[in-house]
């Protein structure tokens, strides 16, 4: 079945684009001009990824934001915010409340279609790695029902926290580097990319570890990356 995908934008022009780029490349794709629109597909359809414009007419994308994550069905999607702001603060603040990726207007809508292609190519990798459950210590990650526990605490991941988590547990002990697993993510390297990973990992921490102040799941490897555990 084709991926569904939701566009919420409300430059008519952009969301044309970015739609017909999508479809070229056989995804099937929908479109809302606005917050309310978006909240009424996100209700009764089902997408696999949303394109989110962080500036909307009504409600804010990071309203919407916030929503996608409160909810348990929604939990899964993927969601690419798509913005004028140039300031790292605006980015970092939407990565914080749950988006996994931004792009930074005005962008090639070919750059779109890459990653979105990276995103559900890497999906399905995960889906196929030969460990159904990988497990460390007090941490358990069923990969293919992608549920995630800590000492038997379900918690809600992204999907972006998941993939650094399933990244990590796959190698315990060995140290990654910001570059590795950004091109392990997108298929490409990407130098702005380096800030996201850091605010997703602090997010992770946030919620698997006892105290993210002193971590000891996922540890900094300082002037390399990241590892999860002590070194093999």
């Keep these: 079945m084709k991926k569904q995908i939701l566009i919420v934008e409300d430059d008519w022009e952009i969301a044309r684009v970015v739609r017909a780029y999508l479809e070229q490349a056989d995804f099937q794709v929908q479109v809302a001009h606005n ?8 209700g ?11 500036m909307l007419p009504d ?17 899964h999607l993927y969601i690419m915010m798509l913005t004028a702001r140039v300031e790292d603060a605006d980015k ?9 990726d ?22 399905q990798e995960e889906n196929q790695h030969d460990a159904d459950v990988l497990r460390y210590e007090g941490l358990v990650v069923d990969v293919l029902r992608r549920v995630v526990a800590v000492d038997g605490r379900v918690v809600d991941l992204t999907p972006m926290e998941f993939y650094l988590l399933v990244t990590l547990l ?3 002990g060995i140290p990654f580097t910001r570059n590795d697993l ?5 298929g490409y390297d990407y130098d702005s990319l380096e800030r996201t990973l850091d605010s997703h990992i602090r997010n992770l921490r946030k919620k698997i570890e ?3 102040r002193n971590p000891i799941y996922i540890q900094t490897v300082y002037g390399v990356g990241y590892r999860l555990g002590q070194p093999e």
């Design 35 to 42: 917050g309310q629109a978006a909240l009424a597909l996100l």
């Design 44 to 54: 009764h359809e089902a997408f696999d990824l949303v394109i989110l414009d962080l």
């Design 59 to 75: 409600k804010d994308g990071l309203d919407i934001t916030r929503h996608i994550r409160s909810q348990a069905r929604l939990a």
């Design 92 to 100: 970092i603040l939407g990565l914080e409340i749950g988006a996994d």
């Design 102 to 123: 931004y792009v930074t207007k005005p962008f090639n809508p070919r750059e779109i279609v890459a990653r979105v292609r990276a995103v559900f190519r890497r999906q």
């Design 170 to 172: 796959q190698r315990p």
């Design 182 to 186: 950004i091109e392990k993510r997108s």
């Design 210 to 212: 006892p105290d993210p």
